[in-house]
């Protein structure tokens, strides 16, 4: 196999290979759900005149996305009886979520604000779940030089997904009412069965465990009996670290710190954010496979560390305008780059045997910051203040390029079993 690095012309023709086209559809599946168990469903108890305690209690509905790697063994392990070991999962929890969002448009947020909740997380739960079997099909489908525009279109489809049932459910509920609009989103979801019931299969088909307990505990035991193990998943925790610390408050930052109004903030991050983080995830996955993972996830890096001095320049100057739309485009733009390498570099860790667990896990991971920086964030801004959180925000990245450095033996000879592979 030619180790010939792919043109720009030959990545963008790999869009129309089915595998891409199934990666690319599955991805709006699995993005569909989370806004109607988040911010549109909030919308509704809010419009509905229920207490914002009720609403504070919300916020628990997400909690299955946090904790999917727990029972993605049972994904591993068991293999339904049609469609496969992945796609037949896929189709499973396609179905449930149709069903479920359909339940959800027939109740009322007054009457029955519990019984409302109690379905928003069992639909939560099944799209977590859907992920799971999302996450581990794209890997095993995926060739090592398809998985960097994989990532790309999975970001992008993902987007446009959380955008129609985000912003646009609302609009329609304003226009038609949320039981028509959650019965419309139901539909989109069993129309993406048809999308599963026509994706290929992947090409490699491992055995799966020959137990629960060996699907519970052999990926973890795999995965950290590797030369660097330990060391990779903190690097996967610690990766986006400057990129997550700058934007747990960024939206606070643009309306509290400079006074720009809730229009302001909306439009163009919607925009602005959308389009520059889209941009950036195609840039990275044509440039990965001609960089490798190690010089890749290492300029990516330094570019997303270094987007964040333009916070720094909006923090101590005056209210601009410009300067704002350059702060969110530069830095979605350098997170979209990042975002790629790490994608990719999570489906190439994976064991094919494995897949469904080891990428829920890793995901995981690299989600963490996510999850605890917010109350430190806060703290950090009220004792340095602005100019100087976004400042220390800039070198938060460096605990993960000093570990890359050490990663770079295994990190290229990833990249060399990659293109072997491929």
């Given amino acids: 196999m030619s180790n ?20 690319t559809l599955l991805a709006f599946s699995s993005g569909l759900p989370l806004a109607l168990t988040g911010s549109t469903l909030q919308a509704w108890y809010t419009v509905a005149g229920v207490s914002i305690v ?25 293999t339904p009886a049609f469609l496969g070991r992945r796609r037949g999962w896929v189709l499973i929890f396609q179905f449930l979520l149709a069903v479920s969002l359909a339940a959800m448009a027939f109740m009322n947020p007054v009457t029955a604000p519990w019984l409302l909740a109690g379905f ?24 090592p030089n398809e998985r960097a525009m994989g990532a790309a279109v999975t970001t992008l489809a993902y987007r446009i997904a959380m955008l129609l049932s985000g912003a646009v459910a609302m609009i329609l509920a304003d226009q038609i009412g949320w039981k028509n609009t959650y019965l419309i989103m139901a539909a989109l979801m069993a129309s993406e069965m048809l999308v599963t019931w026509r994706s290929p299969e992947p090409d490699f088909h491992p055995k799966p465990p020959v137990s629960l307990y060996k699907a519970v505990v052999e990926p973890f035991k795999e995965f950290l009996g590797r030369k660097a193990g330990w060391l990779i998943l903190i690097f996967v925790m610690v990766y986006k670290l400057s990129d997550v610390v700058a934007l747990s408050l960024s939206t606070a930052f643009l309306l509290r710190g400079l006074n720009f109004t809730l229009t302001d903030v909306g439009v163009y991050y919607k925009t602005i954010g959308l389009t520059a983080t889209v941009l950036g995830s195609f840039i990275g996955a044509i ?6 993972f190690y010089r890749a996830l290492m300029w990516f890096g330094i ?12 923090a101590v100057s005056a209210k601009s305008y410009a300067l704002m739309i350059a702060a969110i ?42 999850v605890f920086v917010g109350p430190f964030a806060g703290l950090l801004v009220e004792q340095m203040g602005w100019a100087w959180f976004f400042t220390f925000s800039v070198f938060c990245v460096l605990p993960a390029l000093v570990i890359l450095v050490f990663l770079k033996p295994y990190l290229e000879a990833l990249t060399k079993s990659e293109k072997k592979k491929s």
Wanted: proline share 4%.
């Fill in 4 to 23: 010939q690095k792919p043109s720009f012309i030959q990545s963008l023709k790999a869009l129309t290979q089915p595998r891409l086209l199934a990666t």
């Fill in 54 to 78: 009720t609403i504070g209690v919300l916020s628990l509905v997400g909690q299955p996305y946090t904790y999917k790697f727990l029972w993605a063994p049972l994904l591993d392990r068991y």
């Fill in 120 to 143: 928003a997380f069992f639909v939560a739960f099944l799209s977590a779940s859907q992920d799971i079997a999302i996450d581990a099909y794209r890997a095993d489908l995926l060739n």
């Fill in 287 to 292: 440039y990965l496979p001609r960089m490798g």
């Fill in 303 to 314: 570019l997303q560390g270094l987007s964040n001095f333009v916070f720094v320049l909006l």
């Fill in 329 to 370: 485009f530069v830095e979605n733009l350098c997170g979209g780059l990042s975002n790629v390498a790490m994608v990719a570099l999570l489906m190439a860790l994976c064991n094919a045997k494995y897949t469904a667990t080891q990428f829920a896990l890793l995901s995981a991971l690299s989600a963490v910051g996510r």
